[in-house]
């Protein structure tokens, strides 16, 4: 089944205790983004990446980190959280090479910074 | 750049009135447009989008969308709604090169009473 998966799925934890966020997509996709959605906001783009080793900023980077070594794998580091991270985190993918593709969003990170 | 403007955050409709949620966009190439759903506790869903061709498109659980080039619009309608339509809805563009990424609007929360 074609799908995105994000773990953990519910996180509490405190500020300043670095926590990373995984991501992988078993659809060979190019294309990979990490979202944050907060009441009244929408989503709006954290990272994305074009491709393996290729990552750019997004509307609001600041406070977040990824890498992208693997086609497969996206994950998204707060290497010191605070409460304003406090969110519902998406990660998604989509075709590079088809961007009329739609994006497959995976389930959803609910992240609370005390 | 591109952007994406939905009128108002919150669209209230009885059960069997038409739904229409409003989305205006802005973009400086010729656009890929989607609607999303996202159902409570719940990730984002396709609804339809419009890549090339027919300008209206028909989705998903009777949505359906037209795009108008001369008004920037791609407004989402259902001709009755249902209670099961309550959720969050979100435009979204994308440039029609495989290195434009996709931008939300801030979202609609269609609220459907008996």
């Known amino acids: 089944e074609a799908q995105v998966t994000q773990n953990p799925r519910y996180l509490i934890t405190v500020t300043g205790k670095k926590l990373t966020v995984t991501c992988s997509q078993n659809?060979?996709?190019?294309?990979m983004s990490w979202y944050r959605q907060d009441p009244g906001l929408g989503l709006r783009q954290i990272y994305y990446?074009?491709?393996?080793?290729?990552?750019d900023k997004g509307d609001v980077p600041e406070g977040y980190k990824v890498s992208r070594k693997e086609k497969r794998n996206f994950p998204l580091i707060l290497e010191s959280p605070s409460p304003n991270q406090t969110s519902l985190y998406f990660c998604?993918?989509?075709?590079?090479?088809?961007?009329?593709?739609?994006?497959?969003f995976g389930p959803g990170t609910r992240l609370t910074v005390l | 750049a591109q952007s994406v403007t939905q009128l108002g955050s919150h669209v209230s409709v009885s059960e069997g009135a038409l739904v229409l949620l409003r989305c205006n966009y802005s973009?400086?190439?010729?656009?890929?447009l989607f609607w999303y759903v996202q159902y409570p506790n719940q990730g984002l869903q396709l609804l339809l989008k419009?890549?090339?061709?027919?300008?209206l498109v028909k989705g998903i659980n009777g949505f359906e969308a037209e795009f108008k080039k001369s008004e920037t619009s791609f407004h989402l309608t259902k001709p009755s709604a249902h209670m099961s339509d309550a959720a969050e809805y979100f435009c979204?563009?994308?440039?029609?090169?495989?290195?434009?990424?996709?931008?939300f609007g801030k979202g609609t929360m269609l609220l459907v009473s008996p």
């Open positions: 998604a993918s989509s075709s590079r090479v088809q961007p009329y593709n739609e994006q497959f």
């Open positions: 659809m060979n996709h190019e294309y």
């Open positions: 990446s074009m491709n393996v080793e290729v990552t």
């Open positions: 973009s400086s190439v010729p656009p890929y």
């Open positions: 419009y890549t090339t061709g027919a300008t």
């Open positions: 979204a563009v994308r440039g029609n090169s495989g290195y434009s990424t996709l931008t």
